[in-house]
């Protein structure tokens, strides 16, 4: 988790640019940071707008990937 986490901050260049730029507390990042939290699906996705897909919702949370693929048409 620490190295995706670690990545948005470099894309935005500080905790609080990237807590700024989805709307959190540069406590929440320095939580997901640390490993004491995780990102919600929500704010995964947060993250995947504000980088323009950069990173995407999935990295953040592989563990619920499911809910951010698109579903395939028929």
């Known amino acids: 988790m620490s190295k995706i986490i670690q990545k948005a901050i470099k894309h935005f260049g500080?905790?609080?640019k990237l807590a700024t730029a989805i709307?959190?507390?540069q406590a929440s990042i320095h939580k997901w940071l640390?490993?004491?939290?995780?990102?919600?699906?929500e704010n995964a996705m947060k993250i995947e707008r504000a980088t323009h897909s950069a990173?995407?919702?999935k990295e953040v949370r592989p563990d619920i990937a499911e809910l951010f693929?698109?579903?395939q048409p028929k």
């Open 23 to 25: 709307g959190v507390s």
């Open 69 to 71: 693929s698109s579903p």
């Open 34 to 41: 640390s490993g004491g939290s995780r990102p919600t699906a």
């Open 14 to 16: 500080t905790q609080q």
């Open 55 to 57: 990173i995407l919702a």
